[in-house]
Each structure stands twice: as C-alpha cells, then as structure tokens.
C-alpha cells in the first residue's frame, strides 16, 4: 500500500535554530497537511497546501512557519526559530482529494 | 471550525470485551474519519466513513450525519487495539481530543 514518508524520525536542536522537516506524500495525491502533537495531547491540525498554496491554516501557523512544495515530489515544514513549546511529533498527510488521509510516521522534533 | 467532542475519554477493558466509542460534532459533517493511534504514536486510518456503517473485521463504524455523530464499536477486543482513537471531519480535518483505549489481559 502507498505510503508518506517522512524525514527525520527524530531531530533534535538548539533553541532558535531553523528545522525543516520533510515529507514525501503519496504521488497521486494533490492535497497535504501538517499537523503537530505534542506528548500527551491531542493531534492539531497546522496547514493544508493544495495547487502550491496554501489552503488553510490553524492559529498555531504563525509566522515562525512556513511550508512549501519545492519539487514534484517534497512537501516541506520549515520552523524558522524554534522554542521549547516546538517539541511535538509532526505529521504530514496527503490525500487524492478532500477526502481519506493517509498519514506519515511522523517526525519528532525535540528542542533544547 | 467544527467543534469535535469525544467520549467516553477513557476506557479500560478486559480482553474480550466489546465497547462504543462516540464522536459528536458541532455542526453537520458529509464526512468523517476514524482514526487509531498506536502505543508507538503512529496514525491509522480505520475508516473513512461519510454515512451509514463500515465493517472491517471486528471493528466498525456507523455515522449519522444528520444527528452529528459517529460511532466506533469495537468488539471481543484484543491487547493490540489499545492505544488511542481519534475521529475527524474531513472537511475540517481538526481532531477530537480521543479516547484512550486500554485493553487488559
């Protein structure tokens, strides 16, 4: 079955430093979404990108991210700054249309 | 955005046992999905459930869109359903907070 990749597994990084986290969705599909949980709490919704734009976004998508389609195949989340409260697992999902998602294993991002 | 609500929050079962897991919405929905998390965090599509009821295997679901809520049951659970459950309107993509599953032995 079609899987999203994602890359790190696992990152770790100093307070104010840039992270980009990496996804590869599956190739059919035309919609993505990022979304972040931190341990212990629910799954929040951060983007969705659909024809190289942006198509929604949470109030946690604040200006410290940003997210972009470099190629045919990469969809990227980049956190400019990062803070302590950025620790979080980051899943990335594709989907053929607004409809089933498929999630990635997602990517935890630790801050010091 | 679509307020998800989920219940019961959390729940202990005994191997074997059966149990309903319940998503309501704020607003109606034309489509839903349900969702499993494992003990290792990973996401699983359980199903993607617009109306009426699923079934796969010993899990289904049933959502009545009209009455804005949806339904997982679970039946003659296994150690390896445990983990938590989530539910989320596809057109909102925002998440319930989950029900926490654990089955005992």
Redesign the interface.
């Known amino acids: 079955e079609p899987e999203v990749t994602q890359t790190p597994s696992h990152q770790v990084t100093q307070m104010g430093q840039e992270v980009i986290l990496r996804c590869v969705p599956i190739s059919n599909h035309l919609y993505f979404?990022w979304?972040r949980?931190i341990l212990g709490q629910?799954?929040?919704?951060l983007v969705?990108f659909y024809n190289n734009e942006i198509s929604e976004k949470s109030e946690i998508f604040d200006d410290q991210f940003s997210v972009e389609r470099p190629d045919g195949s990469n969809f990227t989340l980049k956190i400019r700054s990062t803070k302590l409260e950025d620790s979080a697992?980051y899943?990335c999902a594709s989907s053929e249309g607004?409809?089933?998602?498929?999630?990635g294993?997602?990517s935890r991002l630790t801050v010091l | 955005g679509i307020q998800v609500e989920q219940s019961p929050p959390d729940l202990i079962l005994q191997e074997g046992a059966n149990s309903t897991l319940r998503c309501n919405f704020s607003d109606s929905v034309n489509n839903l999905q349900w969702f499993h998390q494992n003990p290792w965090g990973q996401l699983i599509n359980l199903f993607y459930i617009p109306s009426g009821t699923k079934q796969n295997g010993r899990l289904s679901a049933t959502t009545v869109a009209t009455e804005r809520y949806s339904l997982l049951y679970i039946s003659s659970s296994q150690t390896t359903d445990s983990g938590v459950y989530f539910c989320a309107p596809v057109r909102d993509m925002r998440f319930g907070a989950g029900t926490r599953l654990t089955v005992k032995p």
């Open positions: 979404y979304y949980q629910k799954v929040e919704f969705s697992m899943f607004t409809q089933k998602l498929t999630f294993a997602g």
